[in-house]
């Protein structure tokens, strides 16, 4: 197995987005934490996170070997750079080695293990989607969304056991600004999904019908994307020049989603649209953190 390739499949860039949202758990309870406490959790938890959310690609990637051999035949495996034996040990490699980590983090810092049952849960959530999850359609939604936002309660619970409510509104906002855009992916992917035989909402209820739903998941994720501005978060000015971009892209890709005869490159436009709201939420987050009187 070539190094190159092995890099390839856990996919950094997007276990480097979960890092993200453990920084930013971090950073959004440090009040308090010594110094050396704070480097030490976001070292070794952005590691652990990083290290598990790449064994979940592998994963995902062995269950799609033949979905890839026909529409991705790009990928590592089924091009022959690594073999499904070495993508397996890759895997339990990975997963073993992150778990570790989170044990290692927890005896240092006695944090009490909540974070190796959460490291251990969100391993297993990846191997769980890619064989049962992902065909499963509206609950795959689900499963995808909580598994990038989870990140943000990992990375609090690193400094207390004990969290501030706006982390949970932090998490809301994400998990339903991202199963809203998956309702949509759901849309503009409706007739590869009803070749693979994948579960999709659009396929259960209509595009009609998954549009407005999208719209609900859309709209309660901006309600929780607000009610951190009535909590004590470090900086609620920069948060909100932030969120007000954030609110304006998300309400445009609504008001895109009520035209009529929607085609699948009007979805991609909003799928895309969507995308860039969730970069402002990230950057929110991130800006909640920033404490200007040290």
Known sequence: MKVKAAIEILRPINALMGCLTVI???????VGISSDR???NIT????????IAGSSMVINDIYDIEIDKINRPERPIPRGAITLKQAKILFGGTLIFGISLSIIHSILLGLGFLNVILATFFGFYGWFYAK???????????????????GLIYGAILNSLVLPIYIYYFFLASFFGLLSRE????????????????KALALQIGIKKSIYISIIFATFGIIFYTL???????????????????????????VLMLKKNLEKNDFSKISLIMKISGLF????FLFASIQLNI
């Open 24 to 30: 930013i758990g971090i950073l959004n309870t440090r």
């Open 38 to 40: 704070l480097i030490l």
């Open 44 to 51: 070794l938890g952005a590691i652990t996170f990083f290290i």
């Open 132 to 150: 049962w999850g992902k065909k499963t359609g509206f609950f795959g939604n689900i499963v995808t969304s909580i598994g990038f936002s989870i």
């Open 183 to 198: 309702v949509i992916k759901g849309c503009e992917d409706i007739e590869g999904d009803k070749e693979a035989g994948v």
């Open 228 to 254: 951190p501005l009535f909590m004590n978060i470090l900086n609620p000015l920069l948060y909100s020049f932030s969120m007000i971009f954030g609110i304006a892209i998300m309400f445009y890709a609504i």
């Open 281 to 284: 939420l990230l950057i929110s």
